[in-house]
Structures are given as structure tokens and as C-alpha cells.
């Protein structure tokens, strides 16, 4: 985390990566307290698109103001850990009863993949292309997150389209 500030610019990046672990540490009591609160849906979806707005400025506004960079970054985590919670609740209302086990398993596990990956190839992507391209990848991913979750989520698809979907 220090160095991803650092390349911000961000002079103290300690300090910098204080107060994002700190807002980790909100955002996952913050999911655990909205959770119940809004709809899965508007939650998960809401979090896409904060998530890519809040990191947008770092990945395509150059030399942003080091302290404007924090907060953004800080925030984005904030919003990242809340939504976060969904992995473990979500998948259980999605499946049914005879799939919810495997269901769940898959979902945590792809989500627990994606961050093992994507932890590897941070610091390979930023060291070789830079941190906008680096960042720019992470919004492009919350992109193409919403616009599926959008398109294909439950709640979204036609009455019948499913069975469509699973006979292809």
C-alpha cells in the first residue's frame, strides 16, 4: 500500500497507508451495519459504481494533490471492504437450497482468487505500465462488474430468460 501512495505522490505513504487501513477497518463495520439495511441489489451495484467513481480521478487526472489522493483512495476502500460482506450473504439468497453450499463455496473462492491475483499483479503492472494503467484497470473491472450485474443480475433478466440462458 505504502508503495502504490508512493507513486502517487504521496511524501509520507506510512501515514498515507495508516489511514487506509483505517477505513478497511470502517468500511467492514459499515457493511456489517448496511447490510441488513439495503437491498442486496442497490448495495452491490452501489458499490461498483462508487468504487469506479472514486478511483477514476487516480487512474486519468495526473498529479493529483497528494492529500486528494489519499482521501479519494481511502474512501475507495471504505466502499470496497462495506460491499465486501455481500460475498458472504448474497450467493445464499441466490441458490437454491440444493446448490447453496457449492454455490457459496464458489463464489468466496472466486472472490478470495481475485484477490490473491490481483495482489500478485499490482505491483508487477504499476512497476511495468504505472499506476494509472494499474488503476485504469481496476475501474475497468468495476465497469464491466456493474454493466454485468446490470444486464444479467437477479432481479434484471426477463421472466423465462433464465431458462433460456441455462439451455444454451
Given at each position: ?13 506510512y ?5 487506509y ?61 462495506a ?25 468466496v ?20 505500465y ?39
Amino acid at each position: 500500500m505504502a508503495r502504490v501512495l508512493a507513486t502517487l505522490g504521496v511524501e509520507d505513504s506510512y501515514a498515507g497507508a495508516l489511514g487506509y487501513y483505517i477505513c478497511v477497518a470502517v468500511g467492514a463495520f459499515l457493511g456489517y451495519f448496511i447490510i441488513d439495511r439495503m437491498r442486496r441489489r442497490t448495495l452491490l451495484f452501489g458499490g461498483f459504481v462508487a468504487g469506479a467513481v472514486l478511483l477514476m480521478p487516480l487512474a486519468f487526472i495526473p498529479n493529483l494533490d497528494p492529500l486528494l489522493s489519499v482521501g479519494l483512495f481511502t474512501l475507495f476502500a471504505l466502499v470496497i471492504v462495506a460491499i465486501g460482506n455481500v460475498v458472504y450473504v448474497y450467493p445464499a439468497e441466490l441458490f437454491t437450497t440444493e446448490l447453496r453450499g457449492s454455490g457459496v463455496g464458489l463464489a468466496v473462492a472466486a472472490s478470495r482468487l481475485g484477490s490473491a491475483v490481483t495482489t500478485f499483479l499490482m505491483p508487477i503492472v504499476v512497476g511495468t505500465y504505472g499506476i494509472a494503467t494499474a488503476l485504469g484497470a481496476c475501474v475497468a473491472l468495476l465497469v464491466a462488474g456493474c454493466a454485468r450485474r446490470f444486464r444479467l443480475g437477479p432481479g434484471n433478466v426477463q421472466p423465462g430468460a433464465r431458462r433460456q440462458l441455462r439451455s444454451a
